[in-house]
């Protein structure tokens, strides 16, 4: 067989992998849907027996306790999962998330996704309707009202809902990490983690830390890098050299690359850039996906000093003029140190035309804020993705 044949077959089996690919997407979006559904409408059932004092608390144990002994297989239904599913009803029903939602994104997140159940008298199994506008429900022996369920939700999976509920103080952080696990396809644990780290206040807080040049090449950067990067799965001592950190960083890649941003795919450490008669080594190399730019990540042990910034953008000319390809955008520069002064940062960033910018490492958590401004930021970009 000629190496056309074999081009064109490999061409033909991977658009056969694509289709095999796209269904089981769509299967998992299904079920994930269903799963969603079924949530909401027990959660509606329970919460609205529980508001008119036809059932007490005690009713909850009883179904969780009738559902595991008259139906085995039907997992799931421990009294603690149903009243998660009452909240996950009640906080997504309510009017100040859907104002919420409404003011970030726009109504279409609001209400989409029926969130009707029509059950037979003589089956076990509900039957949902997917469509995208309601329908009326056929009269059946229980007929919950007509109600959509916010098509936000379906961004991701009923588990995560449950973390963003328990762990979020207010209904834009909860926007915030239902799409931020949406885009970055977070699982539990990863979900978990970008909470205890607070990436909403790491990303959407003001960016003086970016340059000019950073924010020209790439206007979303703002929303896309954070500003304080949490290293607390390194056990750093209080006093470490730049080595102990950039082995620890990278014995620990996949952490850090979940700290830094799934796009991130980390490529080097020490990556020889040869100028003239030198050889100089970036410490980090990574490319990032999205943005299609390759990214030196530079790390000190000290507070920053606006003399890094230099050394940070000779690496970036060496990278754009004999690293970088044809395709890819301008080298983007970080400087990861453990402090920077504020004032500092923003003169030495006010004139530089390099796309670079100064992030901060801590070794513990710090306080969490809100930052309403740049969640709508966040959103836009979200939107334009769609």
Known sequence: MS???????????????DIILQH??????????????????????????????????????????????QYPDIKGYSKRSIYNMIMFYEEYSSETFNATVEKYLNSDFVQSVPAQIEVQSN???????????????????????SEQIPKILELTTLTNHIEILCRCKNNEERLFYILYANKEHLASRELQR????????????????????????????????????????????????????????????????????????????????????????ADLLFYHRGLQALVAVELKKTKFHPRDLGQLEFYLEALDRDIKRSNENPSIGIILCPE?????????????????????????LIPQECMQKQLNEFCNLFLNKK
């Open 194 to 281: 970008c909470i205890t780290n607070q990436t909403y206040s790491a990303l959407l807080s003001s960016k003086n830390n970016m340059s000019k040049g950073l924010l020209e090449a790439y206007p979303n950067a703002p929303i896309m890098f954070k500003d304080t990067l949490f290293v607390d799965f390194l056990n750093l001592p209080q006093k470490h050299n730049e080595s102990k950190l950039k082995n620890s960083l990278i014995e620990n890649m996949k952490q850090f690359i979940l700290e830094l941003g799934k796009d991130f795919i980390f490529m080097d450490q020490e990556y020889k850039l040869n100028v003239g008669a030198s050889t100089y080594k």
């Open 3 to 17: 190496n056309n044949n074999i081009i064109i077959l490999e061409k033909q089996f991977g658009e056969v992998v």
């Open 24 to 69: 089981k997407s769509n299967a998992s979006r299904t079920i994930n849907r269903e799963l969603l559904l079924s949530a909401w409408n027990v959660g509606k059932y329970v919460s609205t027996k529980l508001k008119s004092e036809e059932w007490g608390n005690k009713v909850v144990s009883q179904l969780s306790e009738y559902i595991r002994s």
């Open 123 to 145: 089956t076990s199994a509900s039957n949902y309707k997917q469509n995208v506008i309601v329908q009326s429900v056929p009269a059946q022996i229980i007929q919950i009202p």
């Open 340 to 364: 920077a002064d504020k004032v500092v940062v923003e003169y030495a960033m006010s004139r530089s035309m390099s796309p670079t910018m100064i992030a901060e490492y801590k070794r513990i």
